[in-house]
């Protein structure tokens, strides 16, 4: 098969993968067939770029083609939220500044559980790769970052799209946590 023959049924796998994982996700319902079948195609379409252009080039191409499908699934919808829910006037100005402070203070924590708690998850999940394994120095390095960008990317939607806040910041917390004693108790250990 030539290049472009394969480069376009790659692309088209990661299509069929988003819009599969859309309409699972969309569905009232559980639908876990098709939900992994979409990860699987999303898979198979790394695995196909892989196969033509490298493994480090094809996942980067494939992750590329499945966000702009996403951006452009988004923008085709047009359904786009239109703001918080209108709330009801109360007659004290006190208390509604308060709800203010407080939106503004919850707002403010899902933003830093999103961002800090997700990097730092990520680079230990990089650095416990890259001291743990006994490969060569190229593959632990490759090998780390890209294990430290997809733990980062993972904890990240987790953080943004669970409605409690207390469970992706205490689940990485106590990640991070860990593995933060695992590289200061053990990796010295393994060094000497």
């Known amino acids: ?86 709330v009801e006037k109360q007659r004290s100005g006190a208390a509604e500044s308060q709800a203010l402070r407080l939106l503004w203070l919850r707002g403010f924590l899902r933003f830093m559980a999103a961002f800090l708690l997700p990097t730092v998850s990520g680079l230990t ?9 006994d ?17 980062w990317t993972l904890a990240m939607v987790w953080c943004c799209a669970d409605k409690k806040l207390l469970r992706p910041s205490t689940g990485l917390l106590a990640f991070s946590a860990v593995s933060g004693l695992l590289l200061a108790f053990a990796l010295p250990a393994s060094a000497a």
Request: net charge neutral.
């Open 125 to 133: 999940a990089g650095l416990l790769f890259f001291g743990f394994t």
């Open 1 to 86: 098969m030539s290049f472009y023959m394969i480069a376009g049924v790659s692309s088209v796998f990661a299509l069929i993968g988003i819009s599969l994982l859309y309409s699972a996700w969309s569905c009232g319902g559980a639908q876990p067939l098709r939900a992994w079948s979409g990860w699987g195609f999303i898979v198979l379409s790394a695995l196909s770029w892989s196969s033509i252009v490298g493994v480090e080039f094809g996942v980067s191409i494939a992750t590329l083609i499945v966000m702009l499908g996403v951006f452009a699934l988004l923008a085709l919808k047009v359904d786009w939220p239109s703001g918080p829910r209108p």
């Open 135 to 151: 490969f060569s120095d190229t593959t632990r390095l490759v090998g780390g970052a890209f294990l430290s960008v997809t733990v």
